[in-house]
Every structure is written in structure tokens, then in C-alpha cells.
């Protein structure tokens, strides 16, 4: 029997929340859990759970996802005058109406060619090609000293990792690495690389990324304490009227 899952918006407490329900055979009883993305929870069942049940235990713990869920950050749309990180650096959404070229970054700006309606989809490109190019350039040169090749790089939005590294040497990361500090993004590249050499994280692993990067520790009580604030940028707020009703 396979895992599935299934997502549904309700709403609780005035406010709507992405529930992912995943059904996992190998579960014992349901554990409901707030999701690293801001205003989403996830619930695992097993098998034998259906969905009228698994939203009745929802319902029955409101009380406990609302205070979680309350010490989240707000979702930060990608608006003009909104403020987001790039690079580490806090800058304000600018659009610049009738105005053609390219993107860039100045007096604590980025200036978005083209009206408000354009802003969304141009920046979000722009934040993608940027992030593709700055983990490209880290992760090659890292993969270069372990005398390593990296088959392929694929930037994603993914929700539970920063990077993954395959066997055959095809890597994945988030593009929201682009929003953290370059100290940062380099150290979740050094990690993947070092995982073409060691396909674990024992001893020998963390020598090869101690020998990249000076403090590793550092890095990842980083992301432990601001990573999941990243994945707020970009996200729309959500609809009252596209909540469904628990039960």
C-alpha cells in the first residue's frame, strides 16, 4: 500500500489554512504538525482514516494549530512597496510603469520594469534566474575542489529541503536560497557537493564540508531559526471564500 496525500483549504478561526493530509501505511494514529510554509499544516493518517474523520481531528485540535500557526510570520506578497530579502539584504518592490529593460538593485530597491500587474510574475523569473546562476557558480567550484562533476542543477520551490543530491550526481534546490544571506546559499552547496563524495552525513562527510566552509554550525542554526521565514515571500494571502467547511 502506497503513501498518498491530498490538500484541501479550510478555514479556522477567521483564518484559511492549507491542510495536506498524507495517509501513511506505516502510521499508527493521526499527528497533525505546522508546515514550515507560513498559514499550512500537515496531517499524516493511516490507511484507514477518511477525509470526514481526519477534518473532525483538525477541528477537534483548532485550538492548538491556531496558537502555532499565530506565531508564523504573515505571508508577504510579492506587491509594490513590498519589502523582501535578496541576498540578505532587505530591499522595496519598485515598479517602474512604461518603463522597459532589465531588472536591477539600487538605494535599497528593486526597480521592476512594467506596471503593478507584471511585478509577480517578472520578479519571481528574475529571483529564479538569479538564484540559478549564484548556486551554478557555488556548487560547480565546490564539486571542482572534491574533483567531483555535477550532472544537473534543477531549481524548485521545495518545502523540505534547501538541496538534495542524487547517486548520479543530479542536484536540486530551492530558489528561495536567492533571499538569504550568499553565505548561506554557498554552505547548502558545499553540503550537496560534498554529498558526491560521501552519500551520508557521518564524519567523513563533515570534514569534507569543514574543508569548504569554515563554520557549518553556524549555517544551519541559521536556516533552523530564519529558513522557514523564507518561504512567506511571494506567497499570496489567502481567500476567506476558498475555504472549505470542515466537516
Same mark, same amino acid.
Given at each position: 500500500?502506497?503513501?498518498?496525500?491530498?490538500?484541501?483549504?479550510i478555514?479556522?478561526?477567521?483564518?484559511?489554512i492549507?491542510i495536506?493530509i498524507?495517509r501513511n501505511? =506505516?502510521a499508527?494514529?493521526?499527528t497533525?504538525?505546522v508546515?514550515a510554509?507560513?498559514?499550512?499544516?500537515?496531517?499524516?493518517t493511516? @490507511?484507514s482514516?477518511g477525509? &470526514?474523520?481526519?477534518?473532525?481531528?483538525i477541528?477537534e485540535?483548532?485550538?492548538?494549530l491556531?496558537e502555532?500557526l499565530?506565531?508564523? $510570520?504573515e505571508?508577504?506578497?510579492?506587491?509594490p512597496?513590498?519589502?523582501?530579502p535578496?541576498?540578505?539584504? #532587505?530591499? =522595496?518592490l519598485a515598479?517602474?510603469?512604461?518603463?522597459?529593460?532589465? #531588472?536591477?538593485?539600487?538605494?535599497?530597491?528593486i526597480h521592476v520594469?512594467g506596471?503593478p500587474a507584471h511585478?509577480e510574475?517578472?520578479l519571481?523569473?528574475?529571483?529564479k534566474r538569479?538564484? =540559478?546562476?549564484a548556486?551554478?557558480?557555488?556548487?560547480?567550484?565546490?564539486?571542482?575542489?572534491?574533483?567531483r562533476?555535477?550532472?544537473?542543477?534543477?531549481?524548485?520551490?521545495?518545502?523540505?529541503r534547501?538541496?538534495?543530491c542524487?547517486?548520479s550526481?543530479n #542536484?536540486s534546490?530551492?530558489?528561495?536560497?536567492?533571499?538569504a544571506? $550568499?553565505?548561506?546559499l554557498?554552505?547548502v552547496?558545499?553540503?550537496?557537493?560534498?554529498?558526491l563524495?560521501?552519500?551520508n552525513?557521518?564524519?567523513?562527510?563533515w570534514?569534507?564540508?569543514?574543508? =569548504?566552509?569554515?563554520?557549518?554550525g553556524?549555517a544551519?542554526?541559521?536556516?533552523?531559526? @530564519?529558513?522557514?521565514?523564507?518561504? &512567506?515571500?511571494g506567497?499570496?494571502m489567502p481567500l476567506?471564500? #476558498?475555504?472549505a467547511?470542515?466537516?
Open positions: 500500500m502506497k503513501r498518498t496525500s491530498e490538500t484541501c483549504t478555514e479556522i478561526a477567521e483564518r484559511c492549507d495536506t498524507c501505511p =506505516r499508527r494514529r493521526m497533525l504538525r508546515a510554509m507560513p498559514g499550512a499544516a500537515t496531517l499524516v493511516p @490507511h482514516v477525509r &470526514r474523520s481526519a477534518l473532525r481531528f477541528q485540535n483548532a485550538n492548538w491556531t502555532k499565530a506565531r508564523q $510570520p505571508p508577504v506578497p510579492f506587491l512597496d513590498a519589502k523582501i535578496f541576498r540578505g539584504h #532587505m530591499y =522595496r515598479p517602474l510603469a512604461g518603463a522597459r529593460g532589465v #531588472m536591477f538593485c539600487g538605494n535599497d530597491e520594469p506596471g511585478l510574475r517578472r519571481h523569473e528574475w529571483l538569479e538564484a =540559478r546562476a548556486i551554478t557558480s557555488s556548487v560547480n567550484e565546490h564539486a571542482s575542489a572534491f574533483e562533476i555535477v550532472e544537473r542543477i534543477s531549481i524548485r520551490d521545495q518545502k523540505s534547501w538541496g538534495s542524487s547517486p550526481g #542536484m534546490f530551492s530558489w528561495r536560497l536567492i533571499l544571506p $550568499p553565505e548561506i554557498d554552505y552547496c558545499a553540503h550537496e557537493a560534498a554529498h563524495v560521501q552519500m552525513h557521518g564524519p567523513k562527510f570534514k569534507l564540508v569543514r574543508q =569548504r566552509i569554515a563554520d557549518p553556524a544551519d542554526r541559521w536556516l533552523n531559526q @530564519h529558513g522557514p521565514g523564507l518561504h &512567506r515571500y506567497m499570496k476567506r471564500e #476558498m475555504a467547511p470542515l466537516i
